[in-house]
Every structure is written in C-alpha cells, then in structure tokens.
C-alpha cells in the first residue's frame, strides 16, 4: 500500500473542467460536484504518508514547548494537527478502497481501551471533562495506530530518533541556563514541571546510550558520534539540575535494562561505583534525595494518596469515569501538619497513574492497560533476540529502556497528563512495535476492512473531522473569554467581567468552572449595589454549576450562601422560609460532598442557632473543630454557645487556645481562606466568659 501511494506521487492532473466531464454533455452542479471531489479524494490524499510523517515529526518539536500541557493554544495545534492526519488517513483509504488497520493483541488491547474510556461517558458524573479526556485517549490511540502504518522502514525510524535527541540537547541547554545563570531553583526547560522535564531529557539520554553502548567502530560517522556524545553530555547535566527523585527511580530501571543487555552481571558492579560516585560528589539531585523531608513536606503525603487510591477502586470496581479522579477527590483530603487550613490539600491525582487509571476506569481498564504494556513487552523481547546487527541492537534497546522509564516514572507521578511525555511514549514504543514487524513482516496480521469511496462517505469523514475541531476550538475560545473575565475582574470592572463569562458559558456551556465564576462576580455585584436581581441570577448559575458536576462540594455550599442572602431580602415569610430551607438543604449536600471543609457546619450552625436549635449548632461546630482546630470562627461561636447552654467546659482554657492560635499564625502573610480561618471577633465571647463569672 505505502509504496503504491509513494508511485502515484509522480504526476498530479488538473481537476477535470466541466466540458471535459460526460463527453462534454451537459451536467448539473450535482454531477460537477461529484467529480470534483472524487479529484480532490484521488489526488490531494498522495501527500496523506508524507503529511503524516511530517505531522509526526512536527508534534515531537512542539509537543514539548507547551509548558506543562494546560496551555490552550498549543494543546489545541495539537490536537488539530492528529485531527488532520486522522482525516487524511481517512481519505487514503478511500482512494484505495479499503482501511488497513493492524491487528494483533496489541491492538486489540488499545482498542478495547479505548473503547472502556469511551463507555465511561455513560456514568462519569462531568460530562465535559470526561469528553476530553476521552478525545485526548483516542486521539494517542490513532496515532499510535498512524505511526505503525507510516513507519516503514528503519530510515524513518532514525530520522526521528535524530529529531528526539535535537529535542533533548535543546531542552538540555535551556535547563542548564535556567539552572546556572537565571536563578532557577532546579532546571525544568520548557516544561512547567521540572520531574516532567526530568524524564523527558532520562528517556532522551537512554534512547542516546543504547545507541552507544552497542556501537561498533567506524560505524558511525564522526559527526554522529559527536551528536550522540553531545546528547549524552546535555541531558546527562540537565537531568541532574532537575533534582527528579522520581525521574531517578525510573532512570535507574532504564539504566538497568541497558546494562543487563550489554554488561550481564557485571552491570552490578559498575553500577555500585556509579552510585557511590554519584552519593559521594556533592550534586543538586543527591542533596535533594537526602534532604526530601526538609524540601518537602508533602513529600510522604502521596502514600497518604495512594492508599485512598486503593481504597477508591475497591469501592467501586468498574470505575468512575474517564478524567473524575480530582473531581471525586473531595472526600479523600489528607492532612498537613503545621498548616492553618489542616484538611487544605485533596488529591487532584493520584501520582500514579495506574492507580488513576484504576479509579477512573476501574479495575477492567487497569488490566486492559497493563495488559497492553504486557503485550508490548513481550515484542520487545522478541526483537531484541531476533536482532543480528550491533547497531540495530542498541537502537532496539535504546528505545525500549526509554519508554520503560516512562512508564515507571508513571508509578510515581501524573506523567500521562503531560502530553509531551505521553507523545515521547508512544513514539518509543511505537518504534519497537514496527521494528519488529519491519524486520519480520510475518509477525503483524493487518485487517483489510473496505472503504469504497462515495461522495457522501467523503463528505462525512470531512464533516466529522470539523465537528471534533469545532470541539477542540470551542473548549479553547471558551477559556480565553473566561480568561478575559478574569481579567476584567482584576480591574474591578465586574459587569464586564460577568459579561465575559456568560459569553463563555455560552460557547461552552458544559464548563461548571465559567458558571461558578458568573455566580461569584453576581454575588459582589449584589454587595456593590444592592440589586436583588443579581443573587437570582447568582443561584441560575451555581444551580446549573452544581448539575454539571454533582460530586462538587462547593458549588452547593454557595448555593447554600446564595439562598441565605436571598432570604434575607423583603419578601413573604413564607419564601423565606422556602429559601431558608433551600439554604439548609443545599449545606448538608456541601457537608455530605466535602466533609472536611468547617464552612458549610459553620454557615448551618449559625441557621440553627437564630432558630434556637442550639444542641444542633454545637454538635456541627464540633465536628468542624475536629477537622479543621485552626478555624476560628467556628471555635469562637462553639464557646460561646456552649457558655449560653450551660453546658459544662473550660471557657478560659478554650479562650487562651484561640489566642494562641492567633499568635501562632495571624500575624504572616496569609491568602484568602487563611485569613477567613483566622478572622474572629472574640468581644461576644470575652463578654459571656465575664458575665459567667460573676453569676
């Protein structure tokens, strides 16, 4: 098939004109139309294999300029350029009248795998964020699946291997430059994360190790050698300033699988002198490893996170959706030690990735998945005794030890969610893969499915690539008016602001995070002007906030405000009592969806206490004591309630702990919900402290 297509390249005839169709009878827009995109499905789809090598080579440059795989802009090139390919993937085989598709256990494990995190859709709680990450998982299955198809013999495989290791010296230096002459605290590149940057520049300098670690002499030109060394030399440097412990652990497994493949058991002794050299030298990574618990003090909070984790999936075994792991994580807060918000932190992922994938997907898409790695390996392993070629060999296990440490860096950090990273994986892989079957064209079976061209087939393979780039463009446009408002907001021009963001719910109404944001910046404009309409327009928002993402504890906690305030407005009695009971309703959902937060037990008890449910308030405020022992307020409002009982306690005792918590904290810089923690007005409760005394 490929070198069909490279044959046909050589001529490309005009479009037919109207006279030279139906021996120059006289056809209608219909007819005319049909065979000029016949034309277009025959003729432009001869530049399909080169647009996909080249829209390959263009993710490997650009992939890892994004900074950190949150910046829309670019995750939007690139996930237009994988649409693109796709489409005219699509096309070529129309041309040819069949779609030739690899099939093996590899491929079905990828399919089934994908086809589980689509499912999810069906019962992931957030809808629009699930759809994301479902695109995102297709569109690194289609292009694993490309990248098969496309590469077909070993040239292409080094010239992008050259364009990795270009990447990895390039990355090398900018690290460098951060580290030794900009300030940097450890070296990260482009990437905001330096454990990210770190893996990145261990898997280029393994891929450049096993080229050299099997290299004959004179086997290379002098000029390569100088490249791969160069390689070495930057990443090697780089990798160190990263300070990765991580990165570390995972390079450590590469390096091992190097040196079991070229030394055998000898490897264990270079590799106990290259230890002890690397503890003895002083260098930023071993003072970071040695020194993790002062560095770091959330440092063994991810044991904390992974045993939630598993606690997570034995809970429910098939999953909670595709992308809901941080959304479903409010129940697992872990505490920090020495921190005034003590139930601050929730785990937004696992820092695991299996383990995440366990949780979202449940424990079939966890096999799935470690099957497919199996499956991987197992060809590996394969190649690697099937090699003759020095040469060959190190290419081989050069890229396998790089996307073995890929995947055990996964073990301890959300590397997946790093597209640069997930890219880097799957080319390495991919490249294993299809050596071998280049080597041995046997071992992979290709399903031939027909795929006849017809007008209205190509019609709908364009149509549908523009509806998922319209999906792509709308989550990106959405954002930036998002970012808009906030910038208003900044400004404190919040009817623009607000304006902005109902712009963004409009393109994307799916966001919970744009009608949060509206219902906010209603609230502040309620205060500013004291314009009922706006709490009504405040509840709209975070009403539709909350039914986007049920499992989000916040959003009916300020419903739960939202419906406080609109109660206190000069309406009937009997709509405040509606609106009270709506408040109260939606704080013990809050309480229910995010236990650990002292706001909505606070908020509740004081509703309880005006309605002289006194025992009710205390018995809330007691439990938020238990979480959070730093929120004041709530504290404050226990003693002096407990005093009004006559309940029985220390009230002087409790009054000197409040003190000393201020003394202890309230005088740094705080952000905005430390000061909420810390913000208390002790005169009610020194004044029923007195007048307790003198009865």
């Given at each position: 098939?490929?070198?069909?297509?490279v044959?046909?390249?050589?001529?490309?005839?005009?479009?037919?004109?109207?006279?030279?169709?139906?021996?120059?009878?006289?056809?209608?827009?219909?007819?005319?139309s049909?065979?000029?995109?016949?034309?277009?499905?025959?003729?432009m789809?001869?530049?399909?294999?080169?647009?996909?090598?080249?829209?390959?080579?263009?993710?490997?440059?650009?992939?890892?300029?994004?900074?950190?795989?949150?910046?829309?802009l670019?995750?939007?090139?690139?996930?237009?350029?994988?649409?693109?390919?796709?489409?005219?993937?699509?096309?070529?085989?129309?041309?040819?009248?069949?779609l030739?598709?690899?099939?093996?256990?590899?491929?079905?494990?990828?399919?089934?795998f994908?086809?589980?995190?689509?499912l999810?859709?069906?019962?992931?709680?957030?809808?629009n964020?699930?759809?994301?990450?479902v695109m995102?998982?297709?569109?690194?299955?289609?292009?694993?699946?490309?990248?098969?198809q496309?590469?077909?013999?070993?040239?292409?495989?080094?010239?992008?291997?050259?364009?990795?290791?270009?990447?990895?010296i390039?990355?090398?230096?900018?690290g460098?430059?951060?580290?030794?002459?900009?300030?940097?605290?450890?070296?990260?590149g482009?990437?905001?994360?330096?454990?990210f940057?770190?893996?990145?520049e261990?898997?280029v300098?393994?891929?450049?190790?096993?080229?050299?670690?099997?290299?004959?002499?004179?086997?290379?030109?002098?000029?390569e050698?100088?490249?791969?060394?160069?390689?070495?030399?930057?990443t090697?440097?780089?990798?160190?300033?990263?300070?990765?412990?991580?990165?570390?652990?995972?390079?450590i497994?590469?390096?091992?699988?190097?040196?079991?493949s070229?030394?055998?058991?000898?490897?264990?002794?270079?590799?106990?002198?290259?230890?002890?050299?690397?503890?003895?030298?002083?260098?930023?990574?071993?003072?970071?490893?040695?020194?993790?618990?002062?560095?770091?003090p959330?440092a063994?909070?991810?044991?904390?996170?992974?045993?939630s984790?598993?606690?997570?999936?034995?809970?429910?075994?098939l999953?909670?959706g595709?992308g809901?792991?941080?959304?479903?994580?409010?129940?697992d807060?872990?505490?920090?030690?020495?921190?005034?918000?003590?139930?601050?932190?929730?785990?937004?992922?696992?820092?695991?990735?299996y383990?995440?994938?366990?949780?979202?997907?449940?424990?079939?898409?966890?096999?799935?998945?470690?099957?497919?790695?199996?499956?991987?390996?197992?060809?590996?392993?394969?190649?690697?005794?099937?090699?003759q070629?020095?040469?060959?060999r190190g290419?081989?296990i050069?890229?396998?030890?790089?996307t073995?440490?890929?995947?055990?860096?996964?073990?301890?950090?959300?590397?997946?969610?790093e597209?640069?990273?997930?890219?880097?994986?799957?080319?390495?892989?991919?490249?294993?893969?299809?050596?071998r079957y280049?080597?041995?064209?046997e071992?992979?079976?290709?399903?031939?499915?027909?795929?006849?061209?017809?007008?209205?087939?190509?019609?709908?393979?364009?149509?549908?690539?523009?509806?998922l780039?319209?999906?792509?463009?709308?989550s990106?446009?959405?954002?930036?008016l998002?970012?808009?408002?906030?910038?208003?907001?900044?400004?404190?021009?919040?009817?623009?602001?607000?304006?902005w963001?109902v712009?963004?719910?409009?393109?994307d109404?799916g966001?919970?995070?744009?009608?949060?944001?509206?219902?906010?910046t209603?609230?502040?404009?309620?205060?500013?002007?004291?314009?009922?309409?706006?709490?009504?327009?405040?509840?709209?928002?975070?009403?539709?906030?909350?039914?986007?993402?049920?499992?989000?504890?916040?959003?009916?906690?300020?419903?739960?405000?939202?419906?406080?305030?609109?109660?206190?407005?000069?309406?009937?009695?009997?709509k405040?009592?509606e609106?009270?009971?709506q408040?109260?309703?939606?704080?013990?959902?809050?309480?229910?969806?995010?236990?650990?937060?002292?706001?909505?037990?606070?908020?509740?008890?004081q509703?309880?206490?005006?309605?002289?449910?006194?025992?009710?308030?205390?018995?809330?405020?007691?439990?938020?004591?238990?979480?959070?022992?730093?929120?004041?307020?709530g504290?404050?409002?226990?003693?002096?309630?407990?005093?009004?009982?006559?309940?029985?306690?220390d009230?002087?005792a409790?009054?000197?702990a409040i003190?000393?918590?201020?003394?202890?904290?309230?005088?740094?810089?705080?952000?905005?919900?430390?000061?909420?923690?810390?913000?208390?007005?002790?005169?009610?409760?020194?004044?029923?402290?007195?007048?307790?005394?003198?009865?």
């Amino acid at each position: 098939m490929g070198d069909s297509v490279v044959n046909d390249r050589t001529q490309v005839n005009p479009p037919p004109s109207i006279t030279q169709v139906e021996n120059f009878q006289t056809v209608t827009p219909k007819q005319c139309s049909r065979h000029v995109l016949g034309w277009v499905v025959r003729h432009m789809t001869r530049w399909e294999i080169a647009g996909s090598c080249s829209a390959i080579g263009f993710l490997i440059l650009f992939s890892p300029l994004i900074d950190g795989g949150t910046t829309q802009l670019p995750v939007l090139v690139i996930r237009l350029t994988l649409l693109a390919s796709i489409v005219l993937w699509f096309l070529d085989g129309m041309k040819s009248g069949t779609l030739r598709l690899p099939w093996d256990h590899l491929a079905l494990a990828v399919f089934l795998f994908s086809s589980l995190a689509t499912l999810s859709l069906a019962w992931a709680p957030y809808k629009n964020a699930a759809v994301q990450w479902v695109m995102n998982i297709l569109l690194y299955a289609l292009l694993f699946m490309i990248l098969v198809q496309r590469l077909t013999t070993k040239t292409q495989v080094l010239i992008y291997l050259r364009l990795i290791l270009g990447m990895g010296i390039f990355q090398g230096i900018v690290g460098i430059a951060q580290y030794m002459w900009l300030g940097e605290e450890r070296a990260r590149g482009t990437f905001f994360n330096p454990n990210f940057f770190a893996t990145y520049e261990a898997a280029v300098l393994l891929v450049a190790l096993g080229l050299v670690l099997f290299l004959r002499q004179n086997e290379k030109s002098a000029p390569e050698r100088v490249f791969i060394g160069t390689t070495i030399a930057i990443t090697s440097v780089a990798f160190v300033l990263a300070q990765s412990r991580g990165a570390l652990l995972a390079l450590i497994g590469g390096i091992s699988i190097l040196g079991f493949s070229r030394f055998g058991k000898q490897f264990l002794a270079i590799a106990t002198v290259c230890l002890a050299v690397g503890i003895i030298v002083p260098n930023p990574l071993s003072h970071r490893v040695i020194n993790v618990g002062a560095e770091d003090p959330y440092a063994y909070t991810r044991l904390d996170i992974w045993k939630s984790s598993l606690s997570r999936l034995a809970d429910t075994p098939l999953g909670i959706g595709v992308g809901m792991y941080k959304h479903g994580s409010f129940q697992d807060r872990f505490p920090i030690k020495d921190s005034i918000v003590r139930y601050w932190k929730r785990p937004e992922s696992a820092h695991n990735e299996y383990l995440q994938i366990g949780v979202e997907l449940g424990i079939p898409g966890l096999v799935l998945f470690l099957l497919g790695i199996g499956i991987w390996a197992w060809n590996a392993r394969q190649l690697w005794f099937e090699q003759q070629e020095e040469g060959d060999r190190g290419l081989v296990i050069g890229l396998t030890a790089a996307t073995c440490n890929l995947l055990l860096h996964a073990l301890v950090d959300s590397t997946f969610h790093e597209p640069a990273l997930v890219i880097l994986l799957i080319l390495c892989a991919g490249c294993v893969y299809t050596l071998r079957y280049i080597t041995k064209p046997e071992t992979l079976t290709w399903k031939q499915v027909s795929f006849l061209y017809h007008p209205s087939r190509a019609v709908g393979i364009v149509l549908g690539g523009l509806i998922l780039a319209v999906v792509c463009v709308q989550s990106t446009a959405g954002w930036y008016l998002y970012e808009q408002g906030k910038q208003e907001a900044r400004l404190g021009r919040l009817e623009q602001a607000i304006d902005w963001y109902v712009r963004a719910t409009t393109i994307d109404p799916g966001t919970t995070g744009y009608h949060d944001a509206a219902a906010r910046t209603a609230i502040q404009l309620f205060y500013e002007s004291g314009s009922p309409e706006w709490l009504v327009q405040a509840a709209s928002e975070e009403s539709i906030a909350l039914k986007l993402n049920g499992r989000d504890g916040r959003f009916a906690y300020r419903l739960g405000a939202i419906y406080r305030l609109m109660a206190g407005q000069h309406i009937s009695i009997q709509k405040r009592e509606e609106l009270l009971e709506q408040a109260a309703s939606s704080y013990r959902e809050a309480m229910r969806l995010d236990p650990f937060s002292p706001f909505s037990y606070f908020d509740l008890a004081q509703m309880y206490r005006t309605a002289g449910r006194l025992g009710d308030a205390i018995a809330l405020l007691k439990i938020a004591k238990n979480h959070e022992p730093n929120f004041l307020p709530g504290r404050a409002l226990l003693a002096e309630l407990s005093v009004q009982t006559g309940i029985p306690g220390d009230y002087g005792a409790e009054l000197v702990a409040i003190r000393t918590v201020l003394s202890t904290y309230g005088s740094g810089a705080l952000n905005e919900t430390e000061r909420q923690f810390m913000s208390v007005d002790l005169t009610l409760l020194e004044r029923a402290l007195a007048l307790e005394l003198t009865q």
